[in-house]
């Protein structure tokens, strides 16, 4: 697990960029950016000093961390927090124990957690993947280099992208970048992407801008989550409330 992000005496010795943000951001077909935009250094800055570190992932072990990555597609945290406590509470937070138990048992243990058939089936999967691939054991699985391990997880039905990064940089402290829906928000409304853009796409515009260290990628992205939810919402957003009001575009919504 890793340690809390702690700031060293300068944002500047943790976060520094070697371009601005437009140099980076794979500008595809007709797309527009702002060419004032701030480097994403200043964006974390920003979210920082408002909210101070955030201290994810919830989670007790790797494993843990594992199943809540998969646990929480489609659904709250809250209720992810459920299933998982009824896991604890039947003595099934190990891969041995996910393999093992039935999984008509194993689905309505975790039922609170939404679509709990599909979502049983999805962590029976990735134990038979742990077990086949790496004799059941996550450390020998997180000694794979990033690229490999990632196409690995990504051919587990059930894990897509922002699953595979959740698992790789919160159980695995692999330099990935979590993309979400969050995300994907902020980086629009400040003009820093468009619908167009891919996961990948977006993915490439932190891991290129940023140093690669885990810790920092861990920060960033919970950051960006609590201001997703608190004020870049889908609806009604807090813009003037907003850490990063500063850097939206005069065109935005306020």
Request: charged share 20%; net charge neutral; hydrophobic share 35%.
């Given at each position: 697990m890793?340690s809390?992000?702690?700031?060293?005496k300068?944002?500047?010795?943790?976060?520094?960029?070697?371009?601005?943000?437009?140099?980076a951001?794979l500008?595809g077909?007709?797309?527009?950016?702002?060419?004032?935009?701030?480097?994403l250094?200043?964006?974390?800055?920003k979210?920082?000093?408002?909210h101070?570190p955030?201290?994810?992932w919830?989670?007790r072990?790797r494993?843990?961390?594992i199943?809540?990555a998969?646990?929480?597609?489609?659904?709250?945290?809250?209720?992810?927090?459920t299933?998982?406590r009824?896991l604890?509470?039947?003595?099934?937070?190990?891969?041995l124990?996910i393999?093992?138990?039935?999984?008509?048992k194993l689905?309505m243990l975790?039922r609170?957690s939404?679509?709990?058939r599909?979502?049983?089936?999805?962590?029976k999967t990735?134990?038979q993947f742990?077990?086949?691939?790496?004799?059941?054991?996550l450390t020998?699985m997180?000694?794979?280099?990033?690229?490999?391990?990632?196409d690995?997880l990504l051919?587990?039905?059930?894990?897509?992208?922002?699953?595979a990064?959740s698992?790789?940089l919160y159980?695995?402290?692999?330099?990935?970048f979590v993309i979400?829906a969050?995300t994907r928000?902020i980086l629009?409304?400040h003009?820093?992407?468009t619908?167009?853009h891919?996961?990948?796409?977006l993915?490439?515009?932190?891991?290129?801008?940023?140093?690669?260290?885990?810790?920092?990628f861990?920060?960033f992205?919970a950051?960006?989550v609590r201001?997703g939810k608190?004020?870049c919402r889908?609806?009604?957003?807090a813009c003037?409330?907003?850490?990063l009001s500063?850097?939206?575009?005069q065109s935005?919504?306020?």
């Open positions: 890793a809390p992000f702690r700031l060293p300068s944002v500047h010795e943790t976060v520094r960029v070697t371009k601005s943000v437009p140099d951001i500008a077909g007709s797309a527009h950016f702002r060419k004032e935009a701030p480097p250094e200043e964006y974390f800055r979210l920082f000093d408002a101070g955030q201290h994810w919830p989670g072990s494993f843990e961390i199943i809540g998969i646990l929480t597609q489609s659904t709250s945290w809250t209720n992810v927090e299933a998982v009824n604890r509470a039947a003595r099934l937070l190990t891969p124990a393999e093992n138990i039935p999984l008509a689905a975790i609170p939404g679509y709990f599909q979502k049983a089936k999805k962590l990735f134990t742990l077990f086949s691939a790496y004799g059941g054991s020998r997180f000694r794979t280099p990033t690229p490999a391990l990632r690995q051919s587990v039905h059930g894990i897509g992208p922002e699953t990064d698992i790789l159980a695995g402290e692999h330099s990935v979400d969050y928000r629009e409304r003009g820093l992407a619908p167009a891919s996961y990948e796409d993915r490439s515009l932190f891991e290129s801008n940023l140093p690669r260290d885990p810790q920092l861990n920060e992205h950051l960006i201001t608190h004020y889908k609806t009604s957003p003037t409330a907003c850490p500063a850097f939206l575009p935005a919504t306020r």
